[in-house]
């Protein structure tokens, strides 16, 4: 097996298991090894660390695999892999709930690889280059383990630029998946599109905290900020909200909405649904002196990297001042972060700055985190992107 050689001193992230090398760590690489190519990882010393895929291109040099030095990583490594995550998952599967994350990249030492669930078809996207390699036994086993009516590739993403991949949708395995799937979670239906929705088509790391937030709504009206396809406002009204205002500037988002509360039997009579951009909307709320019991803000990733963190919180605690100015004493924000460069604490004291700036007093009554199919390597913290907080005004 060709080799990589790590500088001295730029071991110790790879002894305590963590699965990304980065290119500056890397001394030299035996061979002419391909993109994706499996490799054994050394430190300056010769001593054998790991096994991992190696990545001309990216600025994550070798993905570790494996760090025992008598493994094979052959196919059947890959699908015990796979078969030890879908196991991990089943018991999330039932009447109530039929989608899951099945695998989660890294989490699930399957790097670049994402696998969900939704009802009888499996969406997955690729960003890894050695993951790509594999792709044919991934979709395989997934098959073997699940039965799948289908399984659709949403390999759209920046990030394979840096692996030097293609983007490629498409389907990979049984029939094309229809236009709207039928899928359940927490008893809610909702109508999702695999093929032309938002990342692999709908967002699962929410489903506790979607559930968990509506405990706090019954007979209060409600601001659901970003609402995409509804989870937050289908859990509200299944709950008892008084009246919810939906807020998001996608036309499709609005749209979806608008049909998961037709498929829930919802009345939509008292509750508004707004196409617009939700900071402009918060301001448009603002000069109108609107008041609302519960804001929910769960906006997309303002911080992809931590480069962009500075920026990020600005945006955050803008974001956060808005919605408290809706609030009055009493009143709940449920807010949310996934960028994964932001943690718990920084989000804490960006809110803290944002009641300052609301002219507010805050408590912090609960923290939301991603769920169990969402899970968090001790080794790998980066696997913790979603974090939320239940603020009360005072």
Not at 299 to 316: D, F, G, V
Not at 375 to 387: C, D, I, N, Q, T
Request: hydrophobic share 40%; proline share 3%.
């Amino acid at each position: 097996m060709k080799s990589v050689i790590l500088n001295k001193g730029k071991d110790k992230a790879a002894w305590q298991l963590h699965p990304w090398v980065f290119s500056g760590a890397v001394n030299n690489v035996s061979g002419n090894v391909e993109n994706g190519e499996v490799v054994s990882v050394f430190n300056s010393d010769r001593e054998f660390i790991a096994y991992g895929i190696y990545h001309n291109q990216s600025r994550v040099a070798v993905r570790l695999l494996e760090w025992h030095p008598d493994t094979t990583i052959d196919e059947n490594w890959w699908r015990n892999r796979i078969r030890k995550a879908v196991e991990a998952r089943q018991h999330l599967l039932t009447a109530e709930t039929n989608t899951v994350r099945l695998i989660f990249a890294e989490a699930d030492f399957i790097p670049g690889l994402i696998a969900d669930k939704y009802a009888d078809y499996i969406s997955i996207q690729v960003h890894a280059a050695g993951t790509e390699n594999v792709k044919a036994v991934i979709i395989d086993e997934l098959t073997r383990l699940l039965q799948p009516k289908g399984i659709y590739e949403r390999s759209d993403l920046k990030s394979r630029e840096h692996e030097g991949l293609p983007n490629t949708n498409g389907l990979l395995s049984g029939e094309l998946p229809p236009e709207f799937v039928d899928v359940v979670e927490n008893g809610i239906r909702y109508k999702v599109n695999i093929i032309d929705g938002q990342k692999s088509g709908f967002y699962c790391d929410q489903r506790e905290n979607r559930f968990l937030t509506a405990q706090y709504v019954k007979d209060k009206k409600v601001l659901d900020c970003f609402c995409y396809s509804g989870g937050f406002t289908l859990n509200s009204i299944q709950q008892g909200a008084a009246a919810v205002t939906a807020v998001d500037s996608s036309a499709l988002a609005i749209e979806t909405l608008e049909r998961n509360m037709v498929v829930n039997g919802f009345d939509t009579s008292g509750h508004q649904f707004i196409l617009s951009d939700v900071n402009k909307q918060l301001r448009t709320f603002i000069e109108e002196e609107a008041r609302f019991d519960v804001v929910i803000l769960d906006p997309p990733k303002y911080a992809p990297s931590r480069s962009s963190l500075e920026k990020a919180s600005r945006a955050y605690k803008d974001l956060n001042r808005r919605g408290m100015m809706l609030l009055e004493s009493g009143g709940l924000l449920a807010t949310f972060s996934c960028s994964g460069a932001m943690d718990i604490s920084t989000f804490k004291q960006v809110i803290a700055w944002a009641a300052l700036d609301a002219g507010k007093e805050i408590q912090f009554i609960r923290q939301f985190h991603q769920p169990e199919d969402h899970p968090v390597r001790a080794s790998f913290p980066e696997g913790e992107y979603l974090k939320g907080l239940l603020v009360r005004i005072l």
